[in-house]
């Protein structure tokens, strides 16, 4: 069965940079899309953009762009998210999520990794 | 960018009784190419992850009950819970993959009345 494992809870200063993984298994690691999505505390969901781990590429949301980097390691099944330059508001949980579909480009989130929570502070 | 917009942001519902929550983008996202809907559905409950409920705007995630069901198409969807059950409080989000970004309505916290 589809299983995106995350890795675990990070504080982090205000300027520094976090890296996020998640590994997967269950299923041919290169034919489906990864996407990452975040929620901050008491707030709603939004998506940071989505890697191929085939090497298609990535493609990030305009808000995070410069900011954040999305790489695949094929090697080990796993996909790393970089949010550089972190801010307060920054705290939240990451999640990654498989794509729906073996599709050449990418849909929507269907499988989804348990989380990771980034904290911010000083 | 695609704008999603719930409603209600709340509702309390009984317990056996219906719940419709209703989601507008502010652009058609019926892909008329393959006649499909890029619209998702997903519950949040508290401390989980993000559960897929509906895609293509009225298919039913493997596993997903069918007291769960997604209509609309074009630029109005709404989602159902024909029987609500004290399992489905949470908040539930509708999602545009009709053109990047991907982009999410605000939410609808549903709880039992």
């Known amino acids: 069965q589809v299983q995106l494992v995350q890795s675990g809870v990070e504080v982090k200063k205000p300027g520094a940079s976090v890296k996020v993984s998640c590994k997967a298994s269950g299923y041919t690691f290169t034919d489906y899309y990864i996407h990452w999505v975040r929620q901050a505390p008491g707030q709603g969901l939004e998506w940071m953009g989505t890697i191929s781990p085939g090497g298609a590429g990535s493609s990030y949301a305009e808000k995070f762009r410069g900011r954040v980097t999305m790489i695949r390691d094929t090697s080990t099944n796993t996909v790393y998210m970089e949010l550089t330059n972190l801010r307060s508001d920054d705290t939240a949980f990451y999640y990654c999520?498989?794509?729906?579909?073996?599709?050449?480009?990418?849909?929507?989130?269907?499988?989804w990794g348990q989380g990771s929570l980034v904290t911010v502070s000083s | 960018d695609i704008v999603m917009t719930q409603s209600p942001d709340s509702l309390a519902v009984s317990l056996g009784e219906r719940a419709t929550i209703n989601c507008k983008s502010s652009q058609n996202i019926l892909y008329s190419s393959n006649n499909k809907n890029y619209l998702a559905w997903y519950q949040v409950k508290p401390g989980q992850p993000p559960k897929t409920l509906i895609f293509w705007a009225s298919a039913r995630e493997s596993g997903v009950p069918d007291r769960f069901s997604g209509s609309g198409s074009g630029t109005d969807f709404t989602l159902t819970i024909s029987s609500l059950q004290a399992e489905d409080v949470a908040v539930y989000y509708c999602q545009q993959y009709y053109s990047p970004p991907l982009t999410f309505g605000g939410g609808t916290k549903v709880e039992i009345k």
């Open positions: 999520a498989r794509d729906c579909c073996d599709t050449r480009g990418y849909n929507f989130p269907a499988y």
